[in-house]
């Protein structure tokens, strides 16, 4: 299988261009945090609170343009809580819109495989109409969960490829 690493973890990643954004950008009181486990996984956990018209935590990594028309899906390693979260993309960071992927959690290391025809395309929770990613360019990668429930959360990321 060809592959691309887009990002892979290890104990001297710089989370410098991983970026947290909870609800708080619309006034909700939600929380959480992005650091390196010492197996060297990010670990991406907090509290979502259905407080003040918030309920979702998302951690971003924008990166430079990268062409992914040779690839037809994105592979993600994970080990979650049994919760369901958000994989999301975005070919450009200037499109306000991203699209997403739905994935349960089970507690254990999960490879999940999340094939290109099947992100689609979302803005602020809403599905929108239009094309499903169109997986020529990558700007933006992102995990979010937004589960309409207050919940403490933990995802432990290995690794994003996109592959053949």
């Known amino acids: ?31 959480s945090s992005i650091n390196i486990n010492k197996d060297g996984n990010g670990v991406f956990k907090g509290h979502v609170s259905l407080e003040n018209n918030g309920g979702f935590s998302s951690l971003r990594h924008q990166i430079s343009t990268v062409d992914i028309s040779g690839f037809n899906h994105f592979q993600i390693r994970v080990k979650g809580d049994g919760k369901n979260y958000q994989f999301r993309v975005k070919s450009s960071i200037n499109e306000s819109h991203s699209y997403k992927f739905k994935f349960s959690t089970n507690k254990e290391w999960q490879t999940i495989k999340i094939p290109f025809s099947d992100l689609q395309p979302t803005f602020r929770g809403r599905d929108l109409r239009m094309p499903n990613f169109p997986g020529l360019e990558l700007q933006e990668t992102a995990f979010l969960i937004a589960n309409k429930t207050e919940e403490d959360f933990i995802l432990e990321i290995d690794y994003i490829k996109a592959c053949k």
Request: proline letters at 0%; aromatic letters at 10%; charged letters at 15%.
């Open 1 to 31: 299988m060809n592959t691309l690493t887009i990002y892979n973890f290890t104990t001297v990643s710089s989370l410098k261009n991983w970026k947290i954004i909870d609800d708080i950008v619309m006034g909700g009181i939600s929380s």
